[in-house]
Nanobody
Framework: QVQLQESGPGLVKPSLTLSLTCTVSGGSITTNYYNWNWIRQPPGKGLEWIGFITYSGSTAYSPSLKSRTSISRDTSNNLFSLQLSSVTPEDTAVYYC???????????WGQGTQITVSS
């Protein structure tokens, strides 16, 4: 069974960069044809897709966040990471990592990590 686990700082000060890591077990992040996503949910709002990195290392980002977002991976440690720069309180959310397969379903999710942007 595939398991994903987010790791993050909890609290981030405005204007700084949020860095999150998703560690994957039970499956390789290089396995065809999955992609590995970051998704967030601000309080009282719906899920917002941030971006993904594919099994081959290609990336794609939400247009609204693209200028501030970078997703990368470490295949040796079977993890992928998110960097979101210049954060504001509007970036406060629960951040999830999730796998998406060939049917476009998010079949495995991490438990989520709460990120609060505040001075």
């Amino acid at each position: 069974q595939v398991q994903l686990q987010e790791s993050g700082p909890g609290l981030v000060k405005p204007s700084l960069t949020l860095s999150l890591t998703c560690t994957v077990s039970g499956g390789s992040i290089t396995t065809n044809y999955y992609n590995w996503n970051w998704i967030r949910q601000p309080p009282g709002k719906g899920l917002e897709w941030i971006g993904f990195i594919t099994y081959s290392g290609s990336t794609a980002y939400s247009p609204s966040l693209k200028s501030r977002t970078s997703i990368s991976r470490d295949t040796s440690n079977n993890l992928f990471s998110l960097q979101l720069s210049s954060v504001t309180p509007e970036d406060t959310a629960v951040y999830y990592c999730a796998r998406r397969g060939r049917l476009d379903e998010y079949d495995y999710w991490g438990q989520g990590t709460q990120i609060t942007v505040s001075s």
